[in-house]
């Protein structure tokens, strides 16, 4: 968000940070001054009283990832550098002895829920924010006059979190919704690009910059709750990173279009890398996804439709001359169904029934996974590991990752078989939920579960014995 270089915090949310309350919940659109106004308060609270600020988001690898780096920002504005000590994981108040600490929920919750003195539990990029994790923290954050701060911009109307604290919040909460209409710090080059987006597509804008939250799609493939439930599942249900490993390279067609990586080792996805490249940079994105393959003993999959069709002829070059090749194979989204004739739901649907193509079963075949993890987390149903899906908390780009694997709705040809919204749907204006940028990260990510993925050949024990 840019703001004027003016240090003082919205006068539009000053009621909202001196009502009294046990939550306060601020939401809305992007480029409403939000994080920012939080910021702004918690520095002049920690400035004048003794306050303990556990300051917490979903996902968080690296303290950069938190919101370390906007309460320094806000400590340098209002001229404070000297009253504060900025340490690598900690920002400490000199006189006042004020505190603000940093976890992610996700790898931490234990160890969260072990704290003590909590003034202020500020949970950013909220809409993340899982059941299960509110049942710990509420009764976590019980010191006298403590504090909750829910701070996040809605995804949908069915979230946890927008459920919770906006349709039904709990008792001693004010909440508050706030856009870049009541930010009167932003530069006319943003309220430009606002405006444009606006004119472009009103649905889309009333989303991003409205904070309206987009209705739960049952025409997803995926549902958000299932790959929520995902995340580190392979620890929730005792099975390991086991069996084959591979690499989905999703190729940057043109424009804006990003290329992507993901790495799964069996049912396990535990890396994800995506970047820009033009289209006569592929033998350097090969050059990136064969250097990733290798690091992780890795086989490819890569998107063969487009720009990646030469990309095998890439992969041949760079594994010329090399004692340990690489393995590639292409997969072509546009092409046949595997195995047309086998048995996919009884009593009687085959893979040829029910698939327009080899995108569409792979895709089915992976929320399958997830579907069935979630019924194992939620319910206990037992599954095979090569059933399952997981991802690992550790995976780069996790956020956008449950967003693209979410978003793609379920389609289908003249035939009644089904298939995947294209990429050329998902970018149209008009469409319903509004236009989504190319789910790069996702694609990459289903590749890796391909069903026609050759596994490299395996040599028994006993055939080993008798060599």
Known sequence: METSARATLNPCLREFWTTPARNRVLYGGRSSSKSWDAAG????????????????????????ESVYTLIKAQIERFGLTSQFKILDAKIIHKRTGSEFIFYGL???????????????????????????????????????????????????????TYKRFVVNPPPKTVVRKINYTENPFLSRTILDVIEAAQLEDPEEHAHIYLGEPRDDD?????????????????????????GFKRIGFDVAD??????????????????????????DELLKSCTRTYSAARDRGASILYDSIGVGATAGAKFKELNDGKPSPIRYEKFNAGAAVH??????????????DMFAN?????????????????????????????????ISSDCPKLD????ELSTPRRDYDGNGRVKVESKKDLAKPNREGGAVPSPNLADAFVMCFSPTHKAPMRISEDLLRRA
């Open 218 to 242: 049952d025409g997803v493939i995926i549902k958000r709750s299932w790959i929520q439930a995902s995340i580190d599942a392979h620890k929730v249900l005792g099975f390991n990173a086991s």
């Open 339 to 352: 195995m047309p004739e086998k048995l996919y739901q009884k009593p009687d649907i085959t893979n040829g």
């Open 400 to 403: 956008k990752l449950i967003d």
């Open 41 to 64: 308060f918690a520095v002049f609270l920690a400035s004048n009283y003794k306050v303990r600020f556990l300051c917490t988001r979903q996902f968080q690898n690296k303290i950069e």
């Open 254 to 279: 043109s424009g804006n279009d990003l290329c992507a990586n993901v790495a799964a080792h069996g049912s396990v996805v535990e890396w994800a890398d995506e970047w820009k490249a033009q289209e």
């Open 106 to 160: 996700w790898r931490h919750i234990d160890e969260i829920k072990s704290l003590e003195g909590v003034d202020v539990l500020w949970i950013e990029e909220a809409h993340n924010l899982t059941e299960g994790q509110w049942q710990i923290l509420e009764p976590t954050i019980r010191k006298e006059h403590s504090q909750v701060w829910v701070i996040f911009n809605p995804k949908l109307s069915t979230d946890f």
């Open 358 to 390: 080899i995108k569409a079963q792979t895709w089915w075949l992976v929320a399958d996974r997830f579907r069935n993890t979630f019924n194992a987390i939620r319910n206990g149903e037992k599954f095979r590991d090569d059933e399952l899906i997981s």
